[in-house]
């Protein structure tokens, strides 16, 4: 078992396809710098606490 598994309580598979849409973008348009940060639903958010973050 991994330390990821270990301290989240989750598979690794379950892991990844959840955690795998939590990207952060940053696009720039005519000079204009956006950042777009993901949704965090509340089963990933406990997820995220479990790892420490």
Known sequence: MSDLQ???GR???K???TLRPLR???????GHRLDAHPAI?????EI?????H
């Open 41 to 45: 639903d509340p089963a990933t958010q």
């Open 6 to 8: 270990a301290r989240s």
């Open 24 to 30: 952060q973008v940053t696009i720039t348009i005519s």
């Open 15 to 17: 892991l990844i396809t």
């Open 11 to 13: 598979s690794l598979r």
């Open 48 to 52: 995220l606490n479990a790892l420490g």
